[in-house]
């Protein structure tokens, strides 16, 4: 359960957040997540040695309305449905306010958000063999999810976020679904992996998605007014050739998406 074999996945996102110290003990202590450094009014967190999440405090950030373009969800991939069942232990005892589980036939989600808005998903992938149909064509719904059945996959106690933990995809708002289409396929060049009435998703290498853009609360939004809080860069990890290809077509390793939001590229490392 892993997309690093993908030749584009996701490095880390960068949220701006009013409330630096709630945040930070939030995601520390709802996921797990280990303080790896900080500068400043900037902390980052991850699993093992890997950064997942950068905190950039600034009390005084705009909040981001609802119906903006930015953020849907984070999207932490847990290394195994064994991590996810106890981390769903762990919410039911910690009492935390779950948004929504689903059945995905790909994945099974757990939705939740932080103190300040930001949407997050929690969830672990079934396994590859089963996400096409026999014309190869990728089977991803939204059915109800067994809960007790996933809470009895657990085989200890929640621990944090244990190594391999990542963020599998970054689910945006957009203004306009074919706009973003344009971008994520054309630009980036992430294949359409499947499509919903009013969003798309977006895969590399075959993985069920690591961008989805939806216009359900965002339809027709415009450009990102920044600074604001909310999402604030997303940060692709990229293997040597694609890293290449999608510098010339995006202009560069810095650019942002048509809604305003700035996208980096980091190389693999070899």
């Not at 950064?51 to 609802?66: F, I, S, T, W, Y």
């Not at 054309?186 to 294949?191: E, K, M, R, W």
Request: net charge negative.
């Amino acid at each position: 359960m892993s997309t690093a074999a993908a030749p584009v996945e996701i490095g880390h996102v960068a949220l701006t957040v009013r409330d630096l110290p709630a945040m930070r003990n939030f995601y520390q202590t709802t996921l797990g997540l280990t303080p790896l450094s900080a500068d400043g009014e900037v902390v980052r967190l991850g699993a093992g040695d890997r950064v997942l999440l950068e905190l950039r405090g600034d009390p005084a950030a705009r909040p981001a309305g609802r119906r903006e373009a930015g953020l849907f969800h984070t999207a932490f991939l847990m290394p195994s449905r064994a991590a996810l069942g106890a981390w769903l232990i762990h919410a039911a005892n910690s009492k935390l306010p779950l948004q929504g589980a689903s059945d995905h036939l790909v994945s099974e989600a757990i939705y939740l958000a932080d103190p300040e808005g930001n949407g997050i998903e929690v969830y672990a992938d079934r396994p590859r063999l089963g996400w096409f149909d026999a014309g190869g064509r990728l089977k991803m719904g939204t059915e109800a999810l067994d809960l007790n059945d996933l809470a009895n996959a657990a085989t200890g106690p929640w621990q944090g976020a244990p190594e391999g933990a990542v963020v599998g995809h970054v689910h945006l708002q957009a203004g306009d679904v074919t706009e973003a289409t344009t971008f994520w396929r054309d630009v980036i060049g992430l294949p359409v992996m499947a499509q919903y009435p009013g969003a798309a998703f977006f895969g590399s290498g075959g993985y069920h998605h690591h961008i989805g853009a939806n216009v359900w609360n965002s339809r027709g939004a415009g450009p990102r007014a920044l600074p604001s809080t909310g999402l604030s860069e997303l940060v692709l990890l990229t293997d040597a050739a694609e890293h290449q290809a999608i510098a010339a077509r995006a202009g560069g390793d810095s650019f942002a998406d048509p809604w305003g939001t700035p996208v980096t590229l980091q190389q693999k490392a070899a």
